[in-house]
């Protein structure tokens, strides 16, 4: 690390408000905390976790590493996720401070205080004890993003039951294999969602996963009136959401629970098989929230905060749900996308609320580029910006012109642009510059955050040099990393401790490479196959599966391209149990496989290119030849190397999307 200040890096911008220095002010601070982590790696989280929460009974013990890999942090601790992240604001002085400011699709806005919000989260709690839910209870979550999103999962954490959220986007099959996974008691939904001033039934889509069967354990459906749309009702079962907190107390006792008990369960998409929950702790996940706004985001007390990301996601759940109201912060919280009504929402978002940490993934950023770039109205130079003072991303690559356009015209040359690395099963920033401090280079996301002992590997797991690129690890266990797979420890254990690289190493499944002058890491992108499109983690075995699943389908194949806008573009090879379409056909049954995945998955899944050929191309043994599939989806020729494939000759059909 010594080596940082000799090579030329853009200096390090964006200086806190006037007289005031960044958590971690400077460099040497950094390395000051880098090497306590180094010295004693269980004293400095302890440390760290009496500095940031509030415990009902404090730890004695810190890490418990004899079921490694299936690390315990601050065990024998107890606390409450939505006592330190609401009622500790009321005793701090900030009962009257505005925690969230809502902006609705069609632009209304309205907000709501710490002590609102403490009063809402305690009324829903009290409802949900009213109706059974108790310690240990799964409650999914099927809601747009709204301030009762916030409330859903706060009031969960109150009372001890682990909240699993749904992304609004996914379908009723999706939700289904959800539920009946995490194994629900309640699901808390809304009766439509607003996107962009289109509605969709959310409340319908949940009658129709409870309809598939297996979930008799759902006795609740609590419903948030959003629209007033007319939706079916279950007598008994359903409940709307305002009338059960009508009728409750404004206080709730909450349930002090062990530091490792569950505090939610988030399905992500992993390289095989069906959806994995990753399951987080209540204690390591809630400090690394809690540290990391003040560390990453240096939040202050009178910034506003604004985290684009949907609940449904990780990053909804730490940058929006937790790490904010933790820290006390005011944040915006926005229902819809950011080319609704036009594609400067975001920017005349900032203006109006005067947002001064902004947060968003680098897909955001590129589409809104080539709207700014053709139409001036939307253009951010077209605002008033400078209340921003830093800018992050996150969910993929940034690349480095998308990286200084950021910095240029949203940032006007003074924000630090944070390309934070971090992963649904890290809970937090992993690899990340410090606002201010981190001098910067676009498209590398720098140096690890203190106490994360980052490297990079060969396949058996040795160090490589830097320069040279290999897989990322993460060395130490940390307190905010996933605890297992919910249901199957093994998918845990040989998913991100496999024995390939000793067993004590965390897998990210991500490439990287360390600059040989720096140090500093950047992430070429995973190793694995999951997609990412649009910041939306996806596996190709997913698609592959939904896609069979199809009478029409014999044989799928799923890759990723690259794609300028949207990072990945899903690209389908497909034989059909029927000849090979050909004219007009063609369109028509590719449409019908993706109006089928928008059904099994959703359409965040639905593939951009359907291509169809007699037959899958194979080796003599019998494997699809997945690498070739990948050049001919990106249009490269491949003649030279179809010798070890069986039937060449389908290859030429492939290449040919019409
Ligand atoms: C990718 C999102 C490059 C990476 C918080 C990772 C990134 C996956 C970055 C996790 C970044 C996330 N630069 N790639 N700054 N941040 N990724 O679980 O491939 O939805 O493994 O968590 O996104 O996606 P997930």
Redesign the pocket.
Known sequence: MSTIESTPLVPAQGIPPAGRSTAIESMDAYRALVAEAAQDHEAFWARLAREHLTWRRPFTQILNDRDAPFYKWFEDGELNASYNCLDRNLASGNANKTAIIFESDDGRVSTVTYQALYHRVCRLANALRARGVKKGDRVVIYLPMSVEGVVAMQACARIGAPHCVVFGGFSAKSLHERITNVGAVAIITADEQVRAGKTLPLKSIVDEALAMGGTDAVKTVVIYRRTGGRIPWIGGRDAWLHELENDQPDTCEPEWVSAEHPLFVLY?SGSTGAPKGVQHSTGGYLLWAAVTMKWTFDIKPDDVFWCTADIG???GHTYICYGPTAVGATQVIFEGVPTYPNAGRFWDMIERHKVSIFYTAPTAIRSLIKSAEADRAVHPGSFDLSTLRILG??????NPSAWNWYSEHVGGGKCPVL???????TGGHMITPLPGVTPLVPGS?TLPLPGIDAAIVDETGNEVPNGQGGVLVIRKPWPSMIRTVWGNPDRFRNGYYPEELGGNLYL???GAIRDADTGYFT?T??VDD?L?VS???MGTMEIESALSACPLVAEAAVVGRPDETFGEAIVAFVVLKGPRPTGTDVKRIADELRAWVGKEIGPIAKPKEIRFGDAMPKTRSGKVVRRMLRSVAKGEEVSQDTSTVENPQVIAQFADPA
């Not at 991303?393 to 940034?398: L, R, S, W, Y």
């Open positions: 992500t996601w990780i990053t991303t996150v969910g993929e690559p940034i390309d934070t690395f971090w992963q649904t099963e996301c990210a499944g991500d992430i992108g995973r999951v990412n910041g939306h983690r």
